[in-house]
């Protein structure tokens, strides 16, 4: 982190409801490169805007994060939507000794405050928000990242129906890197590639794949990184962007499998059962053959 006060963005904040300064650093985990919000020194910054996340455990934690690092009296803009976390901005920055103004538009609760001279709770947020070993999933894991505290059904599935994969491979949306312990147990796999856009997913993810055929990557799956000529992917594809369904995410994450795959090589990927993927598989690949259907998921494998 560069020395001397800076202004924080996290996020993607509405620029017609509160627009991040320029030359602001950004700070969110879900922007690849972005600087490590755990890193701020205590007084480092002396203004944040935050486009809050919509779960309250990690919202609560990247507030206080700010909070601690943020210089008595500076000013600090939250926002969410009134249905994702915004409704109860107010009530956690007031929990926090914040004096808050409130305003809304356009579906929009934005908070004004300033870091006051003691805040009260941080350090309790910051312990529930915080990374940890999970007992029952046997996994590293955080607040915020997808299925943090339960192993998703899709991922099971997926999983349980893998051959035994052969040669140099990618994870995309590795998550907590439960799918790469499929594969790598096969032990016909040269090498992975696990690819996620959140980095305290990508954190979790190598420390729960002690393999030294796996390689970690923060990047958007659908851009990066640089990848050809693989022999398989296999992926169980996000269909929510800031909590709000997106279908065209998973449908990019099968456009990108199919570029950085050999001919012939296989893509394995779960998706809820109502999600239209079939379209987009078979507009790409030669052959695309259900693999399996239960539970509200379907698999599919489909060769290059």
């Known amino acids: 982190m560069s020395e001397g006060a800076i202004v ?5 904040p509405p620029a017609a409801l509160a627009e991040a300064p320029r030359g602001a650093v950004q700070v969110s985990p879900l922007v690849p490169g972005a600087e490590d919000l755990d890193g701020l020194a205590p007084g480092s910054v002396s203004r944040a805007v935050v486009a809050a996340p919509p779960g309250t455990v990690e919202r609560r934690y990247v507030l206080a994060r700010l909070l601690q690092a943020l210089a008595p009296g500076a000013p600090l803009t939250v926002l969410a939507p ?11 920055l007031e929990t926090f000794g914040c004096a808050v103004s409130e305003t809304g538009r356009q579906h929009q609760r934005i908070c004004e405050t300033v870091r006051p001279e003691a805040p009260s709770g941080l350090e309790a947020a910051i312990v529930a928000g915080a990374p940890r070993f999970h007992e029952p999933l046997g996994l590293w894991t955080q607040p915020g990242v997808f299925s943090w505290d339960r192993f998703d059904p899709g991922t099971r599935q997926l999983g349980a129906a893998l051959p035994a994969l052969s040669g140099h491979g990618a994870d995309l949306g590795c998550g907590l890197g439960v799918l790469a312990h499929a594969v790598l147990a096969g032990g016909k796999a040269t090498r992975l590639e696990l690819i996620d856009v959140d980095a305290r997913a990508i954190a979790a993810a190598r420390r729960n794949v002690d393999d030294p055929r796996a390689v970690f990557h923060w990047a958007d799956a659908r851009l990066a990184p640089d990848l050809s000529g693989l022999d398989f992917v296999v992926t169980n594809p996000p269909f929510h962007d800031r909590g709000v369904e997106d279908r065209e995410l998973g449908q990019g994450f099968i456009r990108r499998a199919h570029q950085i795959l050999r001919p012939g090589g296989a893509l394995w990927l779960v998706a809820n059962r109502h999600l239209p993927y079939e379209a987009v598989l078979s507009g790409l690949f030669a052959r695309v053959t259900a693999r399996g259907d239960a539970a509200g998921f379907k698999i599919y494998e489909a060769r290059r």
């Open 8 to 12: 924080c963005v996290y996020g993607a």
């Open 82 to 92: 009134k249905d994702k976390g915004g409704a109860r901005l107010r009530k956690e």
